[in-house]
């Protein structure tokens, strides 16, 4: 109730501001333009984050600046409670100066009217150069010069796949679509799958879709246009209803132990993923240690160079905080400085959204799980091919579970992708309506 | 009873008993499986436990878990675990005192409103604890008391439930000649709730703080609402917390299980320990 009355304001506002593109020096609040001037004083700031170790990190920071000290505050991932948590901090008046948000979800609280636009910060306007572009589209909202976060991290999609398997059975590594298909009913006949198709998480589906140059939300004028169903997603979705009706591929619900198992027991050869998913694999299943490789992901036509996004997070300032210079520069540094991006990279094994960053010589290394490959030079490359196009919308909670109930009926062969992709499309159009956000038919 | 108990166990036809130990039987596997699987998986180094039979033993790493649980982030997870002591031990001794008062007072005075207040008290027993814990947190931050132990700690204090027991207990523990006999002797009203009714009633007050214990330990909503600090949590919210990371960090999986296993160890023994009075304060209704 109060929600929607706050969502119908800042819609209008967003929707003049950011999405046509119009140069504005207020404020996303609706509010005067909030000033971004140091305090002249020594000023404790309060920072969310769910990243494990990022105590040690802001350590850093607060040993080298007394006058600014961030204090930090935690909790489960964001969709496990801690955007809730935000919410409810809002609507108390009582949210934290920073917070984590992951690219997925920063538009909905753009929408809620929970962040300040930080680009009134002559710093933040300076530093877009210093990141991949793509991911300061995410921060941005379809490219106006309002500024919600300062990307932190981002996930570059690549073929991790059993390079000793591919070789011992004579497949060659696929570079296209098409080939991958054929190299997995060679792998099929060989008594394994290429890959494991994830139901349950349609984040890696929506990662496919980005690849193809897909985008399931837009705007134009102050509404937004729904289509999850778009060309490219319905190629992709065609796409993989083949792969499960030739049950080509297995699905097994992601980040499970029979997941897990099923690498591990060299059931399952290959996982187009994210570059994490390179610490997923080699905790899921450490019997294979050794034996995999990173090679681009497939393409969709012969020597294109496009690559999927799957997660990333940012660093945003919450509405009604009274230090956004400082919130600001504490924003930059852990995102941008050399010192913080490598203990965030150790720790919580965050791959940085900066040029620079890219280069970091724990970055550079080989591993040993992947045969001493250096594979983060893959990811290096794939960061740089991510269309900056792909844009969120502002219900994603909702649109992942209404969609992941169809794609669950898919892969029990009651249904298809793509009709999950339809079924999500309407309900999503239902759920902004519902919020008063203003939606395209 | 139990002389007629067994006397009509005698009588069962041989089948209906064997019928009945089979179901009994097939649930106490069906509850103590996961335990099983629990300590089996907490005592396996991070790749056994993926690799390995799930209900048996691979190489024994229990103490080995157990040290890297200790030094994990400075041994935080202990001072979960001391924290919901604190929450849980604290506030259910709190709570078991004002319940007991209230119901005390409820069964053992006559007043105006005495049923009404009593039936807003049941009413309170209606309401789910989730769809309190946001106008909570409205409330606490207009005080500024989210995010502090007061924050978990008050309203875990307040336990309708145990009102109600209380009241029960009261009626039929504490006679009424009893308390008369007292105020003859010159004893004030507090004084004789007390020494008098206070020690009559406790086989009930027993049941009704290892009820709220269970409650507040199992309170999960409330914390991670209310709290920031990690150094706050309840192990219960702070295993949650780990466990929606382990797609990040997928070496959180060996400590949130060993951390769930000796989170367990706490409520057996209070069980365990306070099973005789727990039997006979539930039993008190249904002899009488």
Redesign the interface.
Known sequence: MQQRKVAVGAVALVSTLVLTGCASDTGSNGEAAVDCSPAGEAVTL?F?S????I?EVVGIWNDANPDIQVKV?????GN??TYK?FF??L????A?DLGQIEYDALPNFVVQDGLTDISVCEDVVKAESEFVPWTWGQVTLGGGEAVYGVPQDSGPMALFYRADLFEANGIAIPTTWDEYKEAAKAVRAAGGYITNFSTADINQFAGFVWQAGGSWFSSEGDAWTVDLADDASVKVAEYWQSMIDEDLVATYPA?T?EW??AY?SSTVWSWTSAV?GA??IS?????TAGNWAVAPAPQWTEGAEEAGNWGGSSTAVFTGTDHLYEATKFALWLNTSEEALTALNSL???YPATLEGMQLPALKEGVEFYGGQPIYDVFATAAEQVSPDFVWGPTMTQTYADVSDGFGKAATGSGTLLDALEKGTAKTIAAFKAQSIPVNE | MSKSASLAYKQEPLLSRAAAMLIMGVFTLYFLVPIWWLFVASTKD??DI??TA?LWFADFNFFENLGALTEY?GGVYFQWLLNSALYAGLGALVATVFAGMAGYALSKYQFRGRDTVFNVILGGVLVPSTALA?PL??MF??VEL??TFWAVFLPSIASPFGVYLSRIFAAQAVPDEVLEASRLDGSGELRTFFTIGWRLMLPGLVTVFLFQFVTIWNNFFLP??M????ELFPVTFGL??W???????????SYVLIGALISIIPLIVMFLSLQRFWRNGVGAGAIK
Do not use: H, M, V
């Open positions: 309060e969310t769910w990243i494990p170790g105590e505050q935690t909790g489960p991932n496990g409670g948590n409810n901090q609507a108390a008046g009582d934290p980040w132990d897990n198992n591990n994490w610490n997923s905790s899921g299943a450490p019997d919580a094994n965050l | 991070k790749g993926l690799t799930p982030r946001l947190f409205l931050s207009q989210t995010n991670l609402i709290l920031r600090s990690e949650y917390a466990n929606t990371q382990l797609n990040q960090i997928p070496e959180l999986r």
